[in-house]
């Protein structure tokens, strides 16, 4: 199933019992986050949120939209979100034996992947209304903790094209609202939308920005992905939900976004304009010092005239972007898999904050086996924001932290299994501090006894035939 509109899948929500109405008047400043942060902890993630009546503003305000892996399963048209796995799988298997080692970066080669390229909308629903005269005041964008340093946009779309190139790029950056008509843009160093920012800045030209909000779920799943360059993050939205995306031309400048979108902020960047952004409650639980960030004129804002702005709000696990991360983690594991054949499975554990750590199982990893897993996957830049992997045998669930911590605690010789690397990585993130890998793998010490005991199946069949006599 595939959506066209924010509207379609809040109402699929609601069909499924999936999306609960606060009809009462809220806050942006505060109360929308605390009400979806508790939701969001609940057990299962509790339901998607529409806030129906938002102080000082017209649109309602939708949160917790992916906050469980069933509702970021039904975003992305898959029953389950393991199925993202094997459809990528099969993508993968089209390419020519050559052009396997080139992963993502081989997908505009295949008919399956192109035939999923965007087209070019006659007209849009993003586009009904028309503000050429634009006021932010007049949107309900969120302060989320009290410490932040104001309102901020957390779910957008944000596109930028390079010059040199033409090529397209959305990225989910955070956006921090100025004032009424300019707004700050945080990207990391070497993304997408940042090496355009600079390639720009370089040549002294200014850069049209757009930021959309809302549209069909694949596409702010699309936004949150680390794509090759030369991979269009629409046209991989249009790969997830099995339909090429509509796109449409925006009024005061050359990008294209999403028809479908609820609102869409125009603009552009001058190069050297910067502003203090910050601070900012991150999912650390701590918040993110000022920076100074690139600074966005907006020359229009557009939108549907029954406009919903999509939000979700960052903080301690679990979270709404936790299970976005859980699509990421399934999309991305054939790729792992397919460069080394051992890695049975991978889990970014909800409380390792997702990109901050991953635990991988293997089969046979051998002496040295795991050490050397983990120095290839920080270096190919594969789970290289990771500051933590744990490397365990094939029969330890990567998803039972329980066991996980079990095998750590038992398998590992602190002086030969625990490795650091400094510096943050090639190329350098500065912001990662230190990396630590932890080989959890049985050793010579465990293969040379006996096999792992355990109950027999005959005992176990026996016990499991008798239970009720037991009285239980």
């Not at 959506?3 to 008047?25: A, C, I, N, Q, W």
Request: one cysteine or more; aromatic letters at 8%.
């Amino acid at each position: 199933m595939k959506f066209d509109t924010l509207h379609d899948f809040l109402s699929e929500l609601e069909r499924l019992g999936e999306l609960h109405r606060v009809r009462v008047e809220v806050d942006p400043l505060l109360e929308v986050a605390a009400v979806t942060d508790r939701v969001s902890k609940t057990t299962g993630g509790g339901p998607a949120l529409l806030f129906e009546r938002v102080s000082g503003a017209a649109v309602p305000v939708a949160t917790n939209l992916f906050g469980s892996p069933r509702r970021m399963a039904l975003a992305l048209g898959v029953a389950s979100l393991d199925d993202l796995a094997a459809r990528m799988e099969a993508l993968l298997a089209q390419l020519p034996p050559g052009q396997a080692s080139q992963g993502l970066a081989a997908l505009p080669l295949l008919e399956e992947f192109r035939r999923f390229a965007p087209v070019v909308a006659g007209a849009a629903g993003c586009q009904e209304v028309v503000d050429e005269s634009p006021d932010l005041a007049h949107y309900p964008f969120l302060q989320c903790w009290p410490g932040d340093g104001g309102r901020f946009i957390t779910l957008p779309q944000v596109f930028t094209r390079d010059p040199e190139t033409g090529l397209p790029n959305c990225g989910m950056y955070r956006v921090r609202v100025f004032d009424d008509n300019s707004v700050g843009i945080r990207w990391h160093a070497g993304r997408g939308g940042e090496l355009h920012w600079r390639k720009y800045r370089e040549r002294g030209e200014r850069m049209s920005v757009a930021v959309a909000l809302g549209g069909d779920p694949a596409a702010m799943v699309a936004a949150t992905l680390p794509l090759p360059e030369n991979v269009d993050e629409m046209q991989f939205a249009g790969w997830l939900r099995r339909a090429p995306l509509e796109m449409i031309r925006c009024r005061t400048n050359e990008l294209f976004v999403p028809a479908g979108a609820e609102m869409v902020i125009e603009g552009y960047m001058e190069p050297g304009e910067t502003a203090l952004d910050g601070p900012f409650g991150n999912h650390t639980g701590f918040s993110m010092p000022p920076a100074e960030v690139p600074v966005m004129g907006v020359t229009c804002i557009t939108r549907r005239r029954d406009c919903i702005y999509p939000a979700t709000v960052v903080g301690p696990p679990p979270a709404e972007d936790c299970f976005m991360a859980k699509a990421a983690e399934r999309l991305f594991f054939p790729l792992l898999r397919r460069r080394w054949p051992a890695i049975v499975d991978i889990n970014l554990p909800l409380e390792w904050i997702f990109h901050g750590g991953a635990i991988v199982s293997v089969r046979d990893a051998g002496v040295g086996g795991a050490r050397r897993l983990v120095e290839e996957v920080w270096a190919s830049g594969m789970l290289g924001a990771a500051r933590l992997l744990v490397v365990v045998d094939d029969d330890t669930d990567v998803r039972d932290l329980s066991r996980v911590a079990w095998r750590v605690m038992n398998m590992a010789d602190w002086r030969n299994d625990l490795f650091v690397e400094e510096g943050g990585g090639t190329p350098p993130l500065p912001w990662l501090g230190a990396r630590l890998g932890i080989d959890a793998t049985r050793k010579e010490r465990f293969r040379s006894v006996a096999p792992e005991f355990g109950m027999d199946d005959a005992t176990k069949r026996q016990i499991k035939e008798r239970w009720r006599e037991y009285g239980f």
